[in-house]
Nanobody, 122 residues
Framework: VQLVESGGGSVQAGGSLRLSCAASGYTYSTSCMGWFRQAPGKEREGVAAIYTGANSTYYADSVKGRFTISQDNAKNTWYLQMNRLKPEDSAMYFC?????????????????WGQGTQVTVS
C-alpha cells in the first residue's frame, strides 16, 4: 500500500492550496480516507475525513467552512481544498487510509500513511 501526497507549499494568509493523495495497492471503494496535520511540538491532529462508501465527510471545528475534502474514485485519489488559510494552519499534512470513520480524528484508527507535505502560511 502506498499513499503519495502532493500540493503543499507556501502561501500568504487568506490564500488557498489543494492537497492530493493518491492511493495504490489499497481497496479504496469502502474506506475512510483522512487528512491529519502536525505542527512542530504538537500532536498530530485530524483535519478532515471522508468515508468513500457513502461520500460522508467529517471536519475538525478549526477548519469547518474553510477546508473541503473530496474524492475521485476513478483515480483512487482524495483531496483537501484549503481556503482562507491562516498562519495557524501551517504544519506537515499527512493523508491516511483506514477502514471506518467512526473515530476519524484519531490517528490510531488509520493503518496507512503518506510521507507528508509541508504547508506554510505566512
Amino acid at each position: 500500500v502506498q499513499l503519495v501526497e502532493s500540493g503543499g507549499g507556501s502561501v500568504q494568509a487568506g490564500g488557498s492550496l489543494r492537497l492530493s493523495c493518491a492511493a495504490s495497492g489499497y481497496t479504496y471503494s469502502t474506506s475512510c480516507m483522512g487528512w491529519f496535520r502536525q505542527a512542530p511540538g504538537k500532536e498530530r491532529e485530524g483535519v478532515a475525513a471522508i468515508y468513500t462508501g457513502a461520500n460522508s465527510t467529517y471536519y475538525a471545528d478549526s477548519v469547518k467552512g474553510r477546508f473541503t475534502i473530496s474524492q475521485d474514485n476513478a483515480k483512487n485519489t482524495w483531496y483537501l481544498q484549503m481556503n482562507r488559510l491562516k498562519p495557524e494552519d501551517s504544519a506537515m499534512y499527512f493523508c491516511a487510509a483506514g477502514q471506518t470513520c467512526g473515530n476519524w480524528w484519531k490517528a490510531s484508527e488509520f493503518g496507512y500513511w503518506g510521507q507528508g507535505t509541508q504547508v506554510t502560511v505566512s
